[in-house]
């Protein structure tokens, strides 16, 4: 239960920044995130395959 009221705190302080900054720095940052969650999919998936 502790993990979710953490997560969910995390969550709305990202969104508060988010609704801080400019919406193209938002979609830049978005972007960065999303090919940093696709390379860390990519590789894990090479790992798992190696096993």
Do not use: D, H, K, Y
């Not at 979710?4 to 830049?28: D, E, T």
């Not at 860390?40 to 190696?50: H, L, Q």
């Amino acid at each position: 239960m502790i993990v979710l009221v953490v997560a969910l705190l995390l969550l709305g302080i990202v969104l508060g920044a988010v609704a801080q900054i400019p919406l193209p720095l938002s979609l830049v940052c978005a972007a960065a995130i999303g090919c940093w969650l696709l390379v860390f999919a990519v590789r894990e998936r090479a790992g798992a395959r190696r096993r």
